[in-house]
């Protein structure tokens, strides 16, 4: 049995979410406000369009949304999202809720409200950032495997959580290995009552999946 989603509000990103959601077999209602984006979005096949005010409870029972998996609220304003969200969940059953946010102060609220999940796209954009300032970080020296598992380097920067730890008090995926560590001109050898000092280097062999979490784990971001 088809999974089933109803996407409220939006334009762009509710477009793409459809055709998206469509191909990987969900069963698709939109509801939208505005009429010219409710025409664009019935050139998608096989899904339910409606036409009206996602914030509106006799709407929402129009659409026939009862027990659905997923609701998605993706209109400009956070305060309708919440309600929408809000309705969805206690009115109509909605197993799980999602709510596009735009202002981060809101988050918080939003979780505190009930909402199963919540998106804001300035905290998205800043966590981008922040991963990819730590990439920076690192320098890759080898790929091995087609490129699935990776030997880098990776400076540990003064504010890491692991600067004064032993090896052995890391909590590191199992498939992560710290191959060496470079500090200065020296080179060391992990053992496990080494301890990680600020600036040092360390050689670390993973696939892409588990070198994510190891960065987060040694930098704590």
């Given at each position: 049995?088809?999974?089933?989603?109803?996407?409220?509000?939006?334009?762009?990103?509710?477009?793409?979410l459809?055709?998206?959601?469509?191909?990987?077999?969900?069963?698709?209602?939109?509801?939208?406000?505005?009429?010219?984006?409710?025409?664009?979005?019935?050139?998608?096949?096989?899904?339910?369009?409606?036409?009206?005010?996602?914030?509106?409870?006799?709407?929402?029972d129009?659409?026939?949304?009862?027990?659905?998996?997923?609701?998605?609220?993706?209109?400009?304003?956070?305060?309708?999202?919440?309600?929408?969200?809000?309705?969805?969940?206690?009115?109509?059953?909605?197993?799980?809720?999602?709510?596009?946010?735009n202002?981060?102060?809101?988050?918080?609220?939003?979780?505190?409200?009930?909402?199963?999940?919540?998106?804001?796209?300035?905290?998205?954009?800043?966590?981008?950032?922040?991963?990819?300032?730590?990439?920076?970080?690192?320098?890759?020296?080898?790929?091995?495997?087609?490129?699935?598992?990776?030997?880098?380097?990776?400076?540990?920067?003064?504010?890491?959580?692991?600067?004064?730890?032993?090896?052995?008090?890391?909590?590191?995926?199992?498939?992560?290995?710290?191959?060496?560590?470079?500090?200065?001109?020296?080179?060391?050898?992990?053992?496990?009552?080494?301890?990680?000092?600020e600036?040092d280097?360390?050689?670390?062999?993973?696939s892409?999946?588990?070198?994510?979490?190891?960065?987060?784990e040694?930098?704590?971001?």
């Open positions: 049995m088809k999974k089933k989603v109803v996407l409220v509000g939006g334009y762009q990103k509710t477009y793409a459809a055709k998206s959601l469509r191909t990987k077999g969900y069963e698709i209602t939109i509801i939208n406000l505005n009429y010219q984006h409710c025409i664009e979005f019935a050139q998608i096949e096989d899904i339910h369009i409606l036409h009206g005010d996602g914030t509106r409870p006799y709407i929402l129009d659409a026939g949304i009862y027990d659905f998996d997923l609701a998605i609220a993706l209109t400009r304003r956070d305060d309708d999202n919440l309600v929408i969200c809000e309705l969805c969940k206690k009115k109509f059953n909605v197993k799980r809720t999602v709510a596009l946010v202002d981060p102060e809101k988050v918080d609220f939003f979780y505190k409200m009930g909402i199963d999940s919540v998106v804001c796209s300035i905290t998205t954009v800043t966590n981008l950032i922040e991963q990819q300032a730590l990439m920076d970080q690192m320098s890759s020296i080898f790929e091995l495997n087609g490129g699935k598992v990776k030997i880098t380097q990776l400076a540990i920067p003064k504010t890491a959580p692991v600067v004064n730890k032993k090896l052995w008090e890391l909590n590191l995926p199992q498939e992560v290995v710290i191959g060496c560590i470079l500090r200065g001109d020296t080179n060391i050898v992990p053992r496990g009552d080494v301890r990680i000092h600036g280097i360390l050689v670390m062999i993973a892409d999946q588990q070198q994510a979490l190891a960065v987060k040694l930098t704590g971001k």
